[in-house]
């Protein structure tokens, strides 16, 4: 493995290298994250791939961030590109790698937020030369090693908890709204996360026999920014998580970074007179929500005594040259045209200002709940130490084989960089019933079962029906795989 030289080019790190460098004529590049369409094969040069912190047709696995990393492939040869930083300079929030028969640039956008000389001492590209008929995944997985090895150091005793099948109430949530109002926006399925729709859909999964053993509370609980839960919507969200408790459930609740419903202006970042996003570099916004969190994950009296958070909208982390602004889920938008500088209170940015968010709410929740669990969708090993499980997200549009097959490419990658992380298969899968049972049923394969669906299963957004009903039968089959799931569990012990 060697660095190569890099250079400055206005803000941006170009590192250019020429096939004569890497031993071979490369005519294949390969992204480590699935594409939009489920697509992992390489593609042909030329080809230029923009690995970053929004998702791209490219990188439509939603992991916020990935590996900014790459292979080239030639005829008999492959060779793994890696950007790699030091602590506290992961200051970006794209990388472009541009690779043809002829040349190889790679260039990391500091979006005029860091002087590139510095940085330049703190930022690197290493090649990294396959062994032994090495396929790229595990070429990827070995440099990890080499370059973040913490990451292999930071095998843990995992609760037995955190690996009990999970149910999260999104699917839902939708199919609910769907049902009740006809088609429509996903977004309305906020005003239906309700404690008593919880506890009737729990009750269907509870009278299946379905063995959850954690229950995601998703959007909707509260506002995205103040994480104070909605007094009409949850009356008694403390009476709720003790009920799951006395059941042997643990609750997690859904938590959006970035969105800043219910704060107030000087905490959050504006582009111009429109307000962006929380700005995770304010003092008294950090401290506000450390209080926040505590709050919400603590069993003392006046608090909620939840055990974990789902974090979402991660990619929400504010950028120069993609400006996406949002108070709530479903109420987030582009913004097309801002000639200006973001300004920030504090210091960093790119992945870094995620890292900084990420890690106050996993070191606050210890704190409370040591064995708290934050399961986030990050698969960067630079981030191995502020969350505990990854979630593979939302399955998007369906592939033409199997469901199972497109997550394991996600599970795969998240394997390949943090191995001593749980997978949380996630269950957001819509429009097609049979490939959804099919994928409840056997995702135990790749990680831990979720489900997201008790009564209705949601078809369609746009067209009648929107929803079928969900057979008890159907059901009793994701029973007995499951707890095959669990009894294996046990065994293990």
């Given at each position: 493995?060697?660095?190569?030289?890099?250079?400055?080019?206005?803000?941006?790190?170009?590192?250019?290298?020429k096939?004569?460098?890497?031993?071979?004529?490369?005519?294949?590049?390969?992204?480590?994250?699935?594409?939009?369409?489920?697509?992992?094969?390489?593609y042909?040069?030329?080809c230029?791939?923009?690995?970053?912190?929004?998702?791209?047709?490219q990188?439509?696995?939603?992991?916020?961030?990935l590996p900014?990393s790459?292979?080239?492939?030639?005829?008999?040869?492959?060779?793994?590109?890696?950007?790699?930083?030091?602590?506290?300079?992961?200051?970006?929030?794209?990388?472009?790698?541009?690779?043809t028969?002829?040349?190889?640039?790679?260039?990391?956008?500091?979006?005029g937020?860091?002087?590139?000389?510095?940085?330049?001492?703190n930022i690197s590209?290493?090649i990294?030369?396959?062994?032994?008929?090495?396929n790229?995944?595990?070429?990827?997985?070995?440099?990890?090693e080499?370059?973040?090895?913490?990451?292999?150091?930071?095998?843990?005793?995992?609760?037995?908890?955190?690996?009990?099948?999970?149910?999260?109430?999104w699917?839902?949530?939708?199919?609910?709204?769907?049902?009740?109002?006809?088609p429509g926006p996903?977004?309305?399925?906020?005003?239906?996360?309700?404690?008593g729709?919880?506890e009737?859909w729990?009750?269907?999964?509870?009278?299946?026999?379905?063995?959850?053993?954690?229950v995601?509370?998703?959007?909707?609980?509260?506002p995205a920014g103040t994480?104070?839960?909605?007094?009409?919507?949850?009356?008694?969200?403390?009476?709720?998580i003790?009920?799951q408790?006395?059941?042997?459930?643990?609750?997690l609740?859904?938590?959006?970074?970035?969105?800043?419903?219910?704060l107030?202006?000087k905490?959050?970042i504006f582009?111009?007179?429109?307000?962006?996003?929380?700005?995770?570099t304010?003092?008294?916004?950090?401290?506000?929500?450390?209080?926040?969190?505590?709050?919400?994950?603590?069993?003392?009296?006046?608090c909620?005594?939840?055990d974990?958070?789902?974090?979402?909208?991660?990619?929400?982390?504010?950028?120069e040259?993609?400006?996406?602004?949002?108070?709530q889920c479903?109420r987030?938008?582009?913004?097309k045209?801002?000639?200006?500088?973001?300004?920030?209170?504090?210091?960093?940015?790119g992945?870094?200002?995620?890292?900084?968010l990420?890690?106050?709410?996993y070191?606050?929740?210890?704190?409370?709940?040591?064995?708290?669990l934050?399961n986030?969708?990050?698969?960067?090993?630079?981030?191995?130490?502020?969350?505990?499980?990854?979630?593979?997200?939302?399955?998007?549009?369906?592939p033409?084989?199997?469901?199972?097959?497109?997550m394991?490419?996600?599970?795969?990658?998240?394997?390949?960089v943090?191995?001593?992380?749980?997978?949380?298969?996630?269950?957001?899968v819509?429009?097609?019933?049979e490939?959804?049972?099919?994928?409840?049923?056997?995702s135990?394969k790749?990680g831990?079962?979720?489900?997201?669906?008790?009564?209705?299963?949601?078809?369609s957004f746009?067209?009648?029906?929107?929803?079928c009903?969900?057979?008890?039968?159907?059901?009793?089959?994701i029973?007995?795989?499951?707890?095959?799931?669990?009894?294996?569990?046990?065994?293990?012990?």
């Open positions: 493995m060697r660095k190569v030289i890099p250079h400055i080019k206005k803000t941006y790190i170009v590192f250019r290298i096939p004569v460098e890497i031993g071979f004529t490369p005519e294949k590049i390969w992204c480590p994250s699935p594409s939009n369409d489920h697509r992992t094969e390489p042909d040069i030329p230029k791939i923009v690995i970053g912190n929004r998702i791209t047709s990188t439509g696995a939603k992991f916020t961030p900014f790459v292979a080239l492939i030639g005829k008999d040869k492959k060779v793994l590109l890696y950007i790699k930083a030091k602590k506290g300079w992961h200051l970006w929030n794209f990388v472009e790698f541009k690779a028969s002829s040349s190889i640039e790679v260039s990391v956008d500091l979006e937020h860091t002087n590139p000389a510095k940085a330049l001492k590209l290493f990294s030369p396959e062994c032994n008929g090495e790229p995944m595990q070429m990827l997985s070995k440099a990890t080499i370059l973040y090895p913490q990451v292999v150091k930071n095998k843990r005793n995992i609760p037995d908890w955190w690996l009990m099948p999970i149910y999260c109430g699917g839902d949530q939708v199919a609910t709204s769907l049902f009740m109002e006809g996903e977004t309305r399925a906020l005003a239906y996360c309700t404690q729709l919880y009737k729990i009750s269907k999964l509870e009278e299946a026999g379905i063995p959850i053993g954690i995601i509370i998703d959007a909707g609980w509260s994480l104070e839960p909605y007094k009409n919507q949850w009356p008694d969200l403390r009476g709720f003790e009920r408790h006395k059941k042997n459930r643990k609750v609740l859904w938590f959006a970074t970035f969105l800043y419903e219910g107030p202006d905490w959050c582009a111009g007179k429109t307000k962006l996003v929380a700005d995770p304010n003092q008294e916004y950090r401290h506000f929500l450390k209080k926040q969190i505590f709050r919400l994950i603590s069993s003392d009296k006046g909620f005594d939840a974990g958070f789902k974090i979402d909208q991660l990619s929400y982390v504010p950028s040259r993609s400006l996406r602004s949002g108070e479903g987030t938008y582009l913004l045209k801002f000639k200006g500088d973001l300004k920030i209170k504090g210091k960093g940015w992945c870094e200002l995620l890292y900084q990420q890690k106050d709410i070191t606050t929740a210890k704190k409370a709940k040591p064995d708290a934050i986030s969708s990050t698969v960067h090993p630079y981030f191995y130490d502020t969350f505990d499980m990854v979630r593979l997200h939302d399955t998007g549009t369906l033409e084989g199997t469901v199972l097959e497109a394991k490419a996600r599970a795969d990658l998240a394997r390949a943090l191995p001593y992380h749980p997978v949380d298969t996630d269950n957001w819509y429009g097609n019933y490939k959804w049972l099919e994928y409840t049923m056997n135990y790749i831990i079962p979720c489900i997201f669906y008790s009564e209705r299963f949601v078809l746009t067209k009648n029906p929107t929803t009903e969900i057979p008890e039968i159907d059901l009793k089959k029973v007995s795989i499951w707890e095959r799931y669990i009894d294996n569990l046990k065994k293990m012990k």
